[in-house]
Nanobody, 118 residues
């Protein structure tokens, strides 16, 4: 069983930066496809970025150039670094792990709130 715990959310002004972290327990972070999803009020949950076994990463077009995803095998964490944040980035950010998007096994963290407001 994989357990995910997010941290690092909060209130930030437009144009600011935040770094979210997700601590992984129960398995090695680079054994999984790790992803950050986000869900804004009244909107569908969307994939922001993922990283495949600690290697290739994919970033959603709307945040490309501003968001970076990475893993750290020493601390067994996956991080999302977010720059030039805008009000439309306001959402609950959730950490996700799976061996494959076609797998029956998907693991989620509890989420961390990011609010971008002046």
């Amino acid at each position: 069983q994989v357990h995910l715990v997010e941290s690092g959310g909060g209130l930030v002004q437009p144009g600011g930066s935040l770094r979210l972290s997700c601590a992984v327990s129960g398995s090695a972070v680079n054994d999984y496809i790790m992803a950050w999803y986000r869900q804004a009020p009244g909107k569908v949950r969307e994939l922001g970025a993922d990283i495949i076994n600690g290697g290739h990463s994919n970033i959603r077009d709307s945040v490309k150039g501003r968001f970076t995803i990475s893993t750290d095998s020493a601390t067994n964490t996956v991080s999302l670094h977010m720059d030039r944040l805008q009000p439309e980035d306001t959402a609950v950010y959730l950490c996700h792990a799976t061996k494959s998007y076609f797998s029956a096994n998907h693991y989620w963290g509890q989420g961390t709130q990011v609010t971008v407001s002046s």
